[in-house]
């Protein structure tokens, strides 16, 4: 069964702190990984995708690994800001006969205090 | 990047009542859409596969009869919750995909802002 998990469940930084969130994947055949940023009662928005050649990406304070081996990834946020305060969903989309079909992680709720 | 809009924002409705929810790609055609339902500190659920000019595909456990699809064009899709009842109130989310980048595994999904649901 294709998976998703995400730690830590939530997370609570100061302003001006990094984290790191997680997130391993069963998913298979693998086609891209997805890290969304979702406010509340809001759509998610993409903050980055990569495919299996893809080990980094980065978007603005945010840098996302990938490890097609390990299956895992992760999101690190740098200088956190207020704005950051939201839902941090890991999406993994299949390859194969599930072609584009995504597999949502449960999110990371993350909180930034100043 | 691309824009996908929802309408309504929020939507109040009495038990019993259908209740429509459309979707719209306002800057790129979409001849698949999905559907998504996303319960309070839950992620999102897959509910149906939009296809523009043929029937929607819809995920194990989810009311075809409930929840009609329509995807009347390139740019819209509209959900409609049937006789609805409180156990719907939800957010619903639609997205819509676009192909590009590196390869054709590489489409890239754009959401919706979602429409909160409510049934008294």
């Known amino acids: 069964k294709n998976q998703v998990e995400q730690s830590p469940q939530s997370l609570i930084i100061l302003e001006g702190k990094n984290c790191t969130l997680q997130c391993n994947y069963t998913v298979s055949p693998f086609s891209n990984l997805r890290w969304y940023k979702q406010d509340t009662g809001r759509g998610p928005v993409s903050l980055t995708i990569m495919t299996f050649s893809e080990n980094t990406k980065s978007n603005g304070r945010y840098t996302a690994t990938l490890d097609a081996d390990t299956k895992q990834s992760s999101l690190h946020i740098t200088a956190s800001q207020l704005s950051d305060s939201a839902s941090y969903i890991c999406?993994?989309?299949?390859?194969?006969?599930?072609?584009?079909?995504?597999?949502f992680g449960q999110g990371t709720i993350l909180t930034v205090h100043p | 990047g691309a824009v996908v809009s929802q309408h309504p924002s929020w939507v109040i409705c009495k038990s019993g009542t259908s209740v429509k929810i459309e979707c719209r790609s306002l800057d790129f055609q979409a001849t698949t859409m999905f559907w998504y339902r996303q319960f309070p500190k839950q992620s999102l659920m897959l509910m149906a596969t939009s296809n523009e000019g043929s029937k929607a595909t819809y995920e194990q456990g989810v009311e075809k009869d409930k929840f009609l699809i329509n995807h009347a064009s390139l740019t819209l899709s509209t959900l409609t919750v049937t006789s609805a009842h409180p156990e719907d109130s939800s957010f619903y989310i639609c997205?819509?995909?676009?192909?590009?980048?590196?390869?054709?595994?590489?489409?890239?999904?754009?959401f919706g802002p979602g429409t909160r649901l409510t049934v008294l």
């Open positions: 997205s819509a995909p676009i192909a590009g980048g590196p390869g054709p595994s590489y489409n890239e999904q754009f």
């Open positions: 999406v993994v989309s299949a390859g194969g006969t599930s072609y584009g079909k995504l597999t």
